[in-house]
């Protein structure tokens, strides 16, 4: 059970952060790629390098708005069903938080739940020595622009955008949180093959949640009954979390559960941006496993 006053603090105390900044502070950049400032800071990406990954660790890694609370949420469960422990935590994500939480991380019992949406290239190093196993799930790039849209206007720990026409460009330049969705899907795309990764989409999990479940506890090693299965999707429905994220996610749930839906973008891409992202998944993406994974045909057009 999720300790409601404490996550009710940790959050309070994140948006009291961002209240006292301007709208320029509230981003900042880091090797070249801008980061929330309110959870964010240099001090604890320095100390993120020294971070000691296990090979047991469970790790999710995804771009911002593809589904990573969703997926933690499914993880804990998994996690819970197989060794009765509770990962403790909101939404895990190695980059948020002070620089001492690496001391922390260290005392805690396995499995540890890892998850980030750090790119590739700024994934602490020991997690690729270790061979830590790591499920990355991608979303398609429109629906994530729409959702990334919404969660920087409800979400005062970042930027406004007046319209989704303005906000567009800043997407597919990359000049969002978290850097380009692009970038992040070409470099996956280079591992997709290796037997520590699993790539599964947000597209998949809404068209049959049980059969992701299963694969993603065949892939971590969870050895989950039938009921184990059907009682962790019935319980990890959008509906059931969208009601439920007062109570797992304090204040926060209603800015990070919106729609969930797959098709959203429909409602506010124009023709040009149609053709504008069209080009940049035909430049990046087209003839690769992650593109034909995303089915960019059906969801896209």
Not at 109 to 127: E, F, G, Q, V
Not at 194 to 200: F, G, K, M, P
Not at 274 to 287: H, R, V, Y
Request: charged share 25%; hydrophobic share 35%; net charge negative.
């Amino acid at each position: 059970m999720a300790d409601k006053g404490g996550i009710n603090k940790e959050v309070l105390k994140i948006l009291e952060v961002a209240q006292g900044k301007s709208q320029d502070e509230l981003l900042f950049t880091y090797k070249g790629v801008l980061f929330p400032s309110s959870t964010c800071s240099n001090e604890t990406f320095e100390a993120m390098e020294s971070f000691e990954a296990r090979e047991d660790d469970v790790m999710l890694t995804a771009y911002p708005k593809c589904g990573s609370n969703w997926a933690v949420h499914l993880l804990k469960d998994m996690i819970h069903a197989t060794y009765n422990k509770t990962p403790p935590g909101v939404i895990p994500l190695l980059e948020f938080g002070a620089p001492n939480k690496f001391e922390k991380l260290k005392e805690e019992s396995s499995p540890r739940l890892i998850a980030t949406h750090l790119n590739y290239d700024l994934i602490p190093k020991s997690c690729f020595k270790k061979k830590t196993k790591m499920l990355v799930v991608f979303r398609n790039p429109k629906d994530t622009a729409v959702s990334l849209f919404h969660f920087y206007n409800n979400n005062p720990m970042l930027p406004n955008y007046s319209s989704f026409d303005n906000f567009f460009p800043d997407f597919l330049s990359g000049k969002v949180m978290y850097g380009s969705y692009f970038d992040h899907a070409v470099e996956w795309n280079k591992y997709i093959d290796e037997s520590r990764v699993l790539l599964l989409t947000f597209e998949q999990m809404k068209a049959d949640l049980e059969v992701s479940i299963k694969k993603i506890a065949e892939f971590f090693g969870f050895p989950l009954t039938e009921e184990q299965v059907k009682n962790i999707a019935n319980g990890a429905s959008f509906k059931s979390m969208k009601e439920k994220s007062g109570e797992t996610h304090g204040k926060f749930g209603p800015v990070i559960f919106r729609k969930g839906d797959v098709g959203d973008w429909k409602q506010y891409f124009s023709e040009d941006q149609n053709q504008q992202i069209d080009a940049k998944f035909e430049e990046c993406l087209a003839g690769t496993k992650l593109g034909e994974l995303l089915q960019y045909n059906i969801h896209c057009k």
